[in-house]
């Protein structure tokens, strides 16, 4: 089971940060990763890490902005989200699952979804 939190409505330029805890058999050993659904929109990929976690993908509009991070001893992922703009407003989930880094842009290499967690970003 994966819980997400942190969602909220903050200004354009401010920071944010979503936690995503793991339980049950959403072990430590799984790719951890995130990914948005805009409004009207289809789910994108956001960002992923690998369990270790050494690895990490992004993608390209939120390189420089956003930095996944996990803490296994708590089971939480987490996605620090600076310099926030009104097109990164979404629903966020966060997911558990297992595959090369690179092919974790791929919303079917996850097994598990957590429900979605609110972000909107005012300009």
């Known amino acids: 089971q994966l819980q997400a939190s942190g969602g909220g409505l903050v200004q354009a330029g401010g920071p944010l940060r979503l936690s995503c805890a793991a339980s049950?058999?959403?072990?430590?050993?799984?790719?951890m990763g995130w990914s948005r659904q805009a409004p009207g929109k289809e789910r994108e990929f956001v960002a992923a890490?690998?369990?270790?976690?050494?690895?990490?993908v992004e993608t390209d509009s939120v390189k420089g902005r956003f930095t996944i991070s996990r803490d296994n001893a708590k089971n939480t992922v987490y996605l620090q989200m600076n310099s926030l703009k009104p097109e990164d407003t979404a629903v966020y989930y966060c997911?558990?699952?297992?595959?090369?880094?690179?092919?974790?842009?791929?919303?079917?290499?996850?097994?598990?979804w957590g429900q979605g967690t609110n972000v909107t970003v005012s300009s």
């Open positions: 049950g058999r959403t072990s430590s050993t799984y790719v």
């Open positions: 997911a558990a699952g297992g595959g090369a880094i690179a092919s974790m842009i791929h919303a079917y290499r996850y097994i598990y």
């Open positions: 890490i690998s369990w270790d976690p050494s690895s990490i």
